[in-house]
């Protein structure tokens, strides 16, 4: 798989303030694959994204694919304490063994 | 309900003991991979299996070894040669090419 680099490692955010996670890669990605993992939990596969320009929702989360395919970006809006957790972006690439960034941890503080 | 089922949740290992981590599914899935992930840490590959019977060696594979014998099993022993293996252990499953992986709750091993 290719290298994924991910940021922020961490951020801290008040209830009801918005969240922005970022994944980049020097090379064109074939996919972006996003994961939710809770404290002392595992991954969640969340959504993939495929086509450059994408654009998902899933309620109060709004997932893209940067048109060049190399980066791609979670925003969360008006986090809530169930928001909390690790999210990991993936890429599986041509010979499906996916590769993980190393996750952003959101804190949120009620 | 179709999922995979790690066992056992914590295990403590003494100095040089192997120990197996045992992973099932019941998705009918192809693909297994087995992952490490350490505090503040991603998740690196340690062994992934695409077909019964075979297997590859991931980013972390010393130390470790694995079989797939069944399509539902993919155990992953931690061998004495392993360094540093007190970490969490994560297995997983997908169709290749099909959508994300799914992810056993993992195994937190130490080593005592």
């Known amino acids: 798989g290719q290298q994924v680099m991910q940021i922020p490692q961490y951020q801290h955010v008040q209830e009801g303030e918005d969240f922005t996670t970022y994944c980049n890669s020097s090379t064109t990605l074939s996919n972006i694959q996003w994961y939710k993992q809770r404290p002392g939990g595992h991954p969640v596969f969340l959504i993939q994204l495929v086509k450059s320009g994408e654009v998902k929702k899933q309620k109060r989360l709004t997932f893209q694919f940067g048109e060049a395919k190399k980066n791609s970006s979670l925003h969360i809006t008006a986090t809530q304490t169930t928001d909390v957790g690790t999210y990991f972006c993936?890429?599986?690439?041509?010979?499906?063994?996916?590769?993980f960034g190393r996750g952003t941890s959101l804190i949120v503080h009620p | 309900d179709g999922g995979i089922t790690q066992s056992p949740k914590y295990l403590f290992r003494k100095e040089g003991q192997n120990v197996t981590l045992s992973c099932e599914q019941n998705?009918?899935?192809?693909?297994m991979y087995w992952y490490r992930q350490d505090p503040g840490q991603g998740l690196r590959l340690i062994y992934y299996s695409q077909i019964v019977n075979d297997f590859q060696k991931g980013d972390i594979a010393e130390g470790y070894s694995v079989s797939r014998e069944k399509k539902e099993s993919f155990p992953l022993t931690v061998t004495s040669a392993q360094k540093n293996p007190t970490a969490f252990y994560l297995c997983?499953?997908?169709?290749?090419?099909?959508?994300?992986?799914?992810f056993g709750s993992g195994t937190r091993l130490t080593v005592v």
């Open positions: 998705l009918n899935h192809d693909a």
């Open positions: 993936a890429e599986s690439g041509g010979s499906y063994i996916p590769t």
């Open positions: 997983a499953s997908s169709v290749p090419g099909k959508g994300g992986y799914t």
